[in-house]
């Protein structure tokens, strides 16, 4: 089956500590992006990336950090400088990158909380 | 900055009934993409409709209709026959005119409870 996988679904983290959480997509999808989800803030861009080796800062990317070594992963690292991490993580991919109908897929998401 | 308004944080709606969210966006652009994405308590995404601004034909998905008003930048999303699970948070999401990339600007959401 194709879709999205991200991992864990549930992570605890130690104020302090760098955590990284995982995206996986088998839909040969170029387009990546994750986005932060709080209550009643609907969801923010993080990062995005339109192709492998290449990605560009969102609305609130300070204190995160993506990479995109492979078109099929895309993982976000939550670093110590990021204030306020709780929130519930979801990453999305598309086909092109080019500004379209074309819709974004999401994985299941990640809940992060910092203890 | 673009921004993407929804005016009602919850709304109920008796099941088989009828309901619309309002969803309004601020854009000088002539040509671009919206989305209405449905999130249930799963908390996975879904993408319910969507609609180029360049087509002036309301987008229908079977139960799940829009009423696009471009001059006032009005997208309503209308469920008809309400069902049960239909119940979850809908997000209105508008594409940006910025460079060649494809970006998602959210709403806030709006909380909606289909009742038996």
């Known amino acids: 089956d194709g879709g999205i996988t991200q991992s864990p679904k549930y992570l605890f983290r130690k104020e302090g500590q760098n955590v990284t959480l995982s995206c996986e997509q088998n839909?040969?999808?170029?387009?990546m992006y994750w986005y932060r989800q709080d209550p009643g803030q609907g969801l923010r861009l993080i990062y995005y990336?339109?192709?492998?080796?290449?990605?560009q800062k969102g609305d609130i990317a300070e204190g995160y950090s993506v990479s995109r070594e492979k078109k099929e992963s895309f993982p976000l690292t939550v670093t110590s400088a990021q204030k306020n991490p709780t929130a519930f993580y979801l990453c999305?991919?598309?086909?092109?990158?080019?500004?379209?109908?074309?819709?974004?897929?999401f994985g299941p998401g990640t809940r992060l909380t910092v203890l | 900055a673009q921004t993407v308004t929804q005016s009602q944080p919850e709304m109920s709606v008796q099941e088989a009934e009828t309901v619309t969210l309002s969803c309004t966006y601020d854009?000088?652009?002539?040509?671009?993409?919206l989305f209405w994405y449905k999130q249930p308590p799963s908390r996975q995404m879904i993408l319910v409709i969507r609609?180029?601004?360049?087509?002036?034909q309301n987008a229908t998905e079977n139960r799940f209709s829009v009423n696009f008003q471009k001059a006032a930048k009005s997208f309503s999303l209308k469920i008809s026959d309400s069902q049960l699970g239909d119940t979850a948070m809908y997000f209105c999401?508008?594409?940006?005119?910025?460079?060649?990339?494809?970006?998602?600007?959210f709403g806030k959401g709006t909380k909606l409870t289909v009742n038996p």
């Open positions: 854009t000088s652009e002539n040509n671009y993409y």
């Open positions: 999305a991919s598309r086909i092109g990158a080019e500004r379209g109908l074309n819709e974004q897929f």
């Open positions: 839909l040969n999808h170029d387009a």
């Open positions: 999401a508008f594409t940006p005119p910025q460079g060649g990339s494809e970006k998602l600007v």
């Open positions: 609609q180029e601004a360049y087509k002036q």
């Open positions: 990336s339109q192709i492998v080796n290449d990605f």
